[in-house]
């Protein structure tokens, strides 16, 4: 739910970088080349259920769910940053940490816009 017209701007900012990260965990697990030996069903599964499980709360605008999306992003900030330190900064691995700190940052911002208004 909507408590402000600002934050219909937001909202689909956050929206989209949600699609984004979405797409880039997908692409990378097909890019360069699968793990050889482990299921791909498998891999999307541990990569996509965590964030798939948020996905109306988020494009619905409930500030719980982008409160638990928040929550969720961290971790795979994380593994990102891991991931880009690692591979002594891979695009892909720069590109995800990128995306998932613009979508915590802009599912906090929509928070702070998207306050119900108490008299």
């Known amino acids: 739910m909507l408590h402000n017209p600002k934050a219909r701007y937001t909202a689909r900012a956050t929206q989209f970088l949600y699609l984004a990260v979405l797409a880039t965990l997908l692409l990378t697990t097909f890019y360069p ?41 961290i971790f795979y900030f994380t593994q990102a940053v891991v991931s880009a330190w690692l ?6 691995p720069v590109i995800l940490t990128l995306l998932t700190f613009l979508l915590f940052t802009m599912a906090m911002v929509h928070l702070k816009v998207n306050r119900p208004v108490t008299d």
Do not use: D, H, Q
């Open 87 to 92: 591979s002594e900064g891979a695009p892909a």
């Open 33 to 73: 080349a699968p793990v050889e030996g482990v299921s791909i069903v498998l891999i999307l599964s541990v990569k996509l259920l965590p964030l798939l499980a948020l996905a109306i709360t988020v494009f619905r605008g409930n500030n719980r769910g982008y409160i638990w999306l928040a929550f969720v992003v």
